[in-house]
C-alpha cells in the first residue's frame, strides 16, 4: 500500500473504521475489555482518562461502564480554552453535563475544580487512526494528544517513579505496516484491539529536537 501523504494514509485508515458494522463495533469494544481485564495494569489502576468514540473510532463504553461499576474514577479529554492545541483531562460521571466542542465531541463542561492533572492518571487510552507494531500512533492530525502528553517524556525524576500508560485503543483493521514517527510523536506502551495486546518490546523514543515543544 502506497500513500504519499499522511493525509492521504489518514483518510484511508478512517475510512476502513468507519466501514465497520454496528455489531462488529459492539463485538469489538467487548473484546478490547476483556483484554484490559488481562493488564494488571487496569485493574491497579484508580484514575483512568478515557474518550468518546467518535469517526467509527474503537468504542470504549464497555470500559467506562466497567470503570463506574468498580467505582474508578474517569476522565475525558476537553478542548484547553486557552492553551490552543492542548487538552485538559476532567472527571467524567454518569450525571456529568456534557457540552459539545467545535469538532461536535461530547466532553464534560469545564470546571476548575474537576480537572484531573496528568500526574495524578494511571492510564491514558488514547483514540487512534492508525498504528504499528513498534508503538507509533496517528491520530486525527491535531497533534491534541502528542502535545499534551509531552511533559510525561520528558524523564523528570517525579515520573521516573510513577509512570502514566499510554494504551491505544483500535479495531484491528487500524495497523499499519510501518508508520513514520514524527520528532512529536508520542509512544504508546500498549496497543489494544480485539485480537491482540501489542506490547512494543522497546516502545520508541521521542525524538529529540532543538527547540522543545510546551
Ligand atoms: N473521540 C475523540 N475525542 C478526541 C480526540 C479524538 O481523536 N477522538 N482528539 C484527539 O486529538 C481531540 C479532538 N481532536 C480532533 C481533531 C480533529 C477532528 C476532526 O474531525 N477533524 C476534521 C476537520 C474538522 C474541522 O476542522 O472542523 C477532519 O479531519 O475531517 C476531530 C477531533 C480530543 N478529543
Ligand atoms: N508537542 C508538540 N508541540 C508543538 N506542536 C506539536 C506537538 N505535537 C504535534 N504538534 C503539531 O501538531 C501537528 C499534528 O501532529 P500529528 O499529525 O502527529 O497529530 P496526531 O497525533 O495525528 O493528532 P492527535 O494527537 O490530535 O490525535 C503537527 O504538524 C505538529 O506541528
Same mark, same amino acid.
Given at each position: /500500500? &502506497?500513500? #504519499? @501523504?499522511?493525509?492521504?494514509? !489518514?483518510?484511508?485508515? !478512517? &475510512? ?21 481485564? &488481562?493488564?494488571?495494569?487496569? #485493574?491497579?489502576?484508580?484514575? *483512568?482518562?478515557?474518550?468518546?468514540? %467518535?469517526?467509527? +473510532?474503537?468504542?470504549? @463504553? ?30 467524567? +460521571?454518569?450525571? =456529568?453535563? /456534557? *457540552? ?6 461530547? %466532553? ?5 475544580? !474537576?480537572?484531573?492533572?496528568? #500526574?495524578?492518571?494511571? *492510564? *491514558? ?14 491520530? /486525527? ?6 502535545? =499534551? ?15 502514566? #500508560? ?26 489494544? =484491539?480485539?485480537?491482540?495486546?501489542? @506490547? ?11 527547540? %522543545?515543544?510546551?
Amino acid at each position: /500500500m &502506497q500513500y #504519499s @501523504t499522511p493525509q492521504e494514509l !489518514r483518510q484511508h485508515f !478512517r &475510512q476502513r473504521r468507519r466501514q465497520l458494522s454496528h455489531l462488529e463495533q459492539q463485538q469489538a469494544s467487548t473484546a478490547v475489555l476483556e483484554h484490559c481485564h &488481562q493488564l494488571p495494569e487496569f #485493574s491497579l489502576a484508580g484514575n *483512568i482518562a478515557c474518550y468518546l468514540a %467518535e469517526d467509527g +473510532e474503537l468504542d470504549p @463504553t464497555p470500559i467506562i461502564d466497567y470503570c463506574w461499576q468498580q467505582k474508578k474514577h474517569l476522565c475525558l479529554p476537553v478542548l484547553h480554552p486557552f492553551c490552543k492545541g492542548h487538552l485538559l483531562f476532567v472527571r467524567y +460521571e454518569s450525571n =456529568t453535563l /456534557m *457540552i459539545p466542542n467545535r469538532f461536535n465531541i461530547s %466532553e464534560p463542561q469545564l470546571e476548575c475544580a !474537576r480537572i484531573v492533572p496528568l #500526574s495524578d492518571l494511571d *492510564i *491514558i487510552f488514547t483514540p487512534l487512526v492508525a498504528f504499528d507494531s513498534l508503538g507509533h500512533r496517528m491520530g /486525527m492530525g491535531g497533534g491534541f494528544y502528542d502535545r =499534551t502528553l509531552a511533559p510525561l517524556y520528558r524523564n523528570s525524576p517525579e515520573q521516573q517513579h510513577k509512570k502514566v #500508560s499510554v494504551i491505544g485503543l483500535a479495531h484491528d483493521c487500524q495497523q499499519a505496516e510501518k508508520l513514520t514517527a514524527q520528532a512529536w510523536d508520542l509512544p504508546m506502551q500498549k496497543i489494544i =484491539t480485539p485480537s491482540a495486546v501489542y @506490547t512494543p518490546e522497546q516502545p520508541p523514543q521521542r525524538i529529540k529536537h532543538g527547540s %522543545e515543544h510546551p
